[in-house]
């Protein structure tokens, strides 16, 4: 009976190897592919030469190889509950658009508005003056130059930039009276055949909106979106950033697929407005360069994700490789609501692998700490654009790194079903994903049509 079992057990351990080593050969995953060959091969033969190879002990081992992943599956299987004293890291206030990386790369030396930032916020100036003295986003003079990924890019933030015209505008005359059930049903059935990901509703709270406008028109104005008779509503849509091309980051194609995913979600927003607006109803969208809302809380309380260790929305099933928009209305709509997930903040706390990969080291790698009175983790943003603007693209190595960044498939929804059950899987799973893709994974292979650099700068 002992031979059998262990046979079973070895064939059992090649079939899981194996497949964990085709998923991994899908995803270009060079590194997963060539481990999980080896276990496939090295696991298995263990089991038969115990099983079938006469030496002294052979008894006992048989049972502790057979007893051991027995134990191991049980206990990563029974759920452990939520973890304690996990703090929910919302943002307290509101916040300064002026003050975030994207509005103050835009000041321009010696005009009203740089003064008049810089005589707010004088404290910035040094830091600034750093970022601008590198070559910038997108720049021919940058470490990551490459012309036809970056020309795409920037084609892509183009068009963005054409869809400011369509934000806003004035409601219908003749306002249509809904079913919130249904108009909610609508909406978010026709998000995702315009291609999101997911889509959620949330009531605007104050913490969501910008104070004061940091960009485009209105520079320096209060922002009143939920005053009186104003939006009382959020919708929040996610688009999938595409792993293959995050997988080359900080190179070109990171940055395209970046713009191409804001593009995306900026489109789905401005028809979504224009539909609510066609209804006689007021709405709004948020886009690239045209906030003023601060998207992933607004995301994160529509209950599609939660804030993690990088300060990006961490969702269900892709992680932080998403871009958010946001259409804000008062058409009346029936709210998702908050879906607190305190699994996903206890992993983060466990892993650090994307501060360990940060090569300005603008992501913290301990615990997070007390900021304005919320035990959270923030980021250096002055490190983290300064990086930017040296490497010419927006990196997104800790979106690479992420475990919850692979792609949406049954092995790795399995992961994520045991990360948000089970205390001991979280750390488990996060030592079998350093074993396979290493701490610091390795670049993926290029599309065949994508441009690399010809010559490698410094």
């Known amino acids: 009976m002992l031979p059998l079992a262990l046979t079973f057990y070895g064939f059992a351990f090649f079939l899981l190897f194996l497949w964990v080593h085709v998923v991994s050969r899908l995803e270009a995953e060079k590194t997963a592919a060539g481990r999980s060959l080896l276990m496939a091969i090295c696991v298995p033969l263990l089991y038969l030469l115990t099983a079938w190879t006469a030496f002294p002990g052979r008894e006992i081992t048989g049972w502790i190889l057979l007893a051991v992943p027995l134990a191991a599956g049980i206990l990563l299987l029974i759920p452990t509950g939520k973890p304690r004293n996990i703090l929910d890291p919302a943002v307290v206030g509101r916040i300064d658009e002026r003050t975030i990386m994207f509005s103050r790369a835009v000041l321009e030396p010696g005009d009203a508005r740089f003064n008049e930032y810089y005589g707010v916020y004088p404290e910035h100036r040094a830091s600034d003056d750093k970022f601008r003295a590198l070559p910038g986003l997108m720049s021919p003079d940058s470490r990551k130059y490459e012309p036809l990924s970056f020309a795409a890019a920037a084609a892509s933030f183009d068009t963005v930039e054409e869809l400011a015209a369509l934000v806003q505008g004035p409601p219908a005359s003749g306002r249509v009276d809904v079913d919130s059930t249904v108009v909610t049903g609508f909406i978010k059935g026709w998000a995702r055949k315009l291609g999101s990901v997911d889509c959620g509703m949330t009531t605007l709270q104050d913490h969501h909106i910008y104070s004061v406008k940091g960009r485009g028109p209105g520079f320096g104005e209060k922002i009143d979106l939920n005053g009186s008779g104003g939006h009382r509503f959020a919708v929040a849509i996610t688009v999938e950033m595409d792993h293959g091309n995050l997988g080359t980051a900080p190179e070109g194609p990171t940055l395209m697929e970046s713009a191409q995913q804001y593009l995306a979600a900026g489109a789905i927003a401005v028809q979504i407005a224009s539909f609510i607006r066609r209804l006689g109803w007021q709405a709004e969208a948020h886009i690239d360069g045209n906030y003023k809302v601060v998207c ?47 699994s996903v903040l206890h992993f983060c706390g466990i892993c650090s692998k994307c501060a360990d990969i940060c090569p300005p080291k603008a992501i913290p790698s301990g615990d997070a700490a007390a900021i304005d009175g919320v035990k959270r983790w923030r980021i250096d943003q002055e490190a983290c654009f300064a990086y930017w603007c040296s490497v010419g693209t927006d990196c997104g190595q800790c979106i690479k790194v992420c475990p919850y960044s692979h792609p949406d498939t049954l092995l790795h929804n399995l992961v994520r079903w045991g990360l948000k059950r089970s205390w001991l899987f979280r750390h488990f799973a996060l030592r079998m994903d350093d074993l396979l893709y290493g701490r610091q994974p390795d670049q993926l292979s290029y599309r065949s049509w994508l441009p690399r650099r010809k010559q490698p700068r410094a």
């Open 296 to 342: 992933p809380l607004v995301a994160r309380d529509a209950g599609l994700g939660e804030i993690g260790r990088m300060g990006l929305l961490m969702t269900p099933t892709l992680g932080p490789r998403v871009r958010i928009a946001v259409v804000t209305t008062d058409l009346p709509l029936e709210m998702d609501g908050r879906n607190f997930d305190p």
